[in-house]
């Protein structure tokens, strides 16, 4: 089992720019794929991105395509996501979950307590 703390969140312009980091605190972080989801009020958690345990791999909801950006550092135990041309329907509390690389959540096996990103119109 790895923890997962997310950070970065806060509120924000529509086209505004934010950066989440994600700190694990297992040594197995290189060998876990890392995703990025988000839930907003009302609503089921979203799938975002995933990356895989080198990092050679991304794959992105078509809904975030070309404005975020998934990326790792497997020897600071980090997974960040760049988002940019934020809009108001981003909002929603961001989750970092470690397990296999995919879009499904059922595929992750541990998640963090999630950090609220609020973009204003």
């Known amino acids: 089992q790895v923890q997962l703390v997310e950070s970065g969140g806060g509120l924000v312009q529509a086209g505004g720019s934010l950066r989440l980091s994600c700190v694990a605190s297992?040594?197995?972080?290189?060998?876990?794929?890392m995703g990025w989801f988000r839930q907003a009020p009302g609503k089921g958690r979203q799938f975002i991105a995933t990356?895989?345990?080198?990092?050679?791999?991304?794959y992105y909801a078509d809904s975030v395509k070309g404005r975020f950006t998934i990326s790792r550092d497997n020897a600071k135990n980090t997974v960040l996501l760049q988002m940019s041309s934020l809009k108001p329907e981003d909002t929603a509390v961001y989750y970092c979950?470690?397990?296999?690389?995919?879009?499904?959540?059922?595929?992750?096996?541990?998640w963090g307590q999630g950090t609220q990103v609020t973009v204003s119109s």
């Open positions: 297992s040594r197995t972080f290189s060998g876990r794929a």
């Open positions: 990356i895989n345990r080198s990092g050679s791999s991304t």
């Open positions: 979950a470690a397990g296999s690389y995919s879009a499904r959540s059922d595929d992750y096996n541990d």
